[in-house]
């Protein structure tokens, strides 16, 4: 598929040598797309409802079946800033035996770099039947703008995978994220005469010391939730004297399946009245929200997976269960089965993140493998709501 491994890494480079962190995909975006027509890709460069930048490209076998599948691609092009304490130029693409270092080497341009490869190849083969289209999404690390704008779209896919770095344990399912800022409103007195107020940071300790307290609901698959305080702030200037009538916090909460937003909302009121019956507590869930999901293990396509995974690389896959969030959480919450799936690395977010350059050429042939097998994967249900053009 790949003439050698050498073009790999020169593709793999040329996107870690474009700086791209949250709301600045352009330049990297346009680099993708025009390397995708450049081998034969049909490709748009689409604008967001916000002015960011995606791509999305698609490409159709030649044969003609009663079912013919339609499987997305999908991946972000954003990556985090490089921070400090790198051994290496955060933005050189170095290569050290196997690995490539460079931010955004792993989360995630070597999966954007397999997709892009399985693309060409797709595009290049006649002799499979359905369609296969690949977006490069923006903001997936700030609020997942993109990901939420392509969903907008209209377009519907018989499955997505998702080019996240979990080669050895595909993700089938995973925690849901929604953060939560709570508003506790007292009364205001002069700070030498507290008992004629009602303090609202007092209240806001109790709240949050009740919180701590409280169980943590929990999973078979998935696991424990979690909840983190993020940040705390009252007053309203640098010092006064006065006994402070608003709090508030925003708390970051990982929901498990079966676990919902109003649920969240539910017990923090609970909590609140419990604790501090004299304080007005406002909740407010903020954006992005993302739910929980699961992808039943019975459908047809996770099947498919694990069948296409065993014979190429001769062993099933050790699905697993997502502790962190990302487009996939959208994608499935759409109606999308999907997987995570993509060459792996180490040091994601953290000085000298790396991938292994070899599994860039193994996810591409998997991806291709994945589409063009004889196997019918769908549900029954037609993915083509809208062409994918």
Not at 42 to 66: M, P
Not at 112 to 135: I, K, N, Q, Y
Not at 258 to 276: F, I, K, N, Q, T
Not at 294 to 319: I, K, N, Q, V, W
């Amino acid at each position: 598929m790949t003439e050698a491994t050498d073009e790999t890494v020169v593709l793999l480079r040329s996107l870690v040598q474009c700086p791209s962190p949250s709301g600045q995909e352009e330049a990297v975006q346009r680099l993708i797309a025009d390397w995708l027509r450049l081998n034969g890709v049909a490709t748009t460069l689409q604008t967001t409802a916000d002015g960011l930048s995606n791509v999305f490209a698609t490409v159709r076998g030649d044969r003609h079946g009663e079912a013919a599948p339609s499987l997305l691609l999908l991946g972000h092009a954003d990556t985090v800033l490089p921070g400090n304490g790198w051994t290496h130029d955060p933005y050189s693409g170095v290569l050290e035996g196997h690995r490539l270092y460079g931010r955004g080497a792993v989360d995630m341009k070597a999966g954007l770099a397999a997709a892009m490869l399985a693309m060409r190849e797709l595009a290049r083969r006649s002799d499979w039947c359905g369609t296969v289209s690949f977006a490069s999404v923006a903001d997936e690390e700030a609020s997942s703008r993109g990901a939420v704008d392509l969903i907008a779209r209209g377009l519907r896919f018989d499955a997505a995978v998702v080019c996240e770095p979990h080669f050895d344990d595909p993700v089938v399912g995973g925690v849901g994220k929604i953060n939560v800022r709570i508003t506790c409103r007292g009364r205001s007195a002069h700070g030498s005469r507290p008992e004629e107020g009602v303090n609202a940071i007092d209240a806001m300790a109790r709240l949050l010391h009740a919180l701590q307290a409280s169980p943590v609901r929990e999973h078979p698959l998935v696991g424990r939730g979690s909840r983190c305080v993020l940040r705390i702030q009252s007053g309203d200037g640098p010092y006064e004297i006065r006994v402070p009538d608003r709090c508030s916090c925003l708390v970051n909460w990982h929901l498990v399946p079966g676990e919902s937003a109003d649920d969240v909302v539910g017990e923090l009121r609970a909590l609140a009245e419990s604790v501090s019956p004299a304080v007005d507590a406002i909740f407010d869930v903020l954006p992005p929200a993302y739910p929980s999901y699961l992808t039943a293990p019975d459908h047809p396509f996770l099947r498919h997976f694990t069948e296409t995974y065993r014979r190429e690389f001769g062993h099933d896959p050790a699905f697993a269960y997502g502790r962190g969030v990302s487009d996939a959480n959208l994608l499935a919450d759409s109606g999308i089965p999907t997987v995570m799936f993509g060459p792996s690395g180490a040091n994601l977010h953290a000085a000298d993140e790396w991938v292994d350059v070899r599994q860039i050429g193994e996810a591409a042939r998997f991806y291709v493998a994945l589409a063009t097998s004889e196997r019918t994967w769908t549900s029954g249900q037609s993915g083509h709501r809208k062409d994918h053009s």
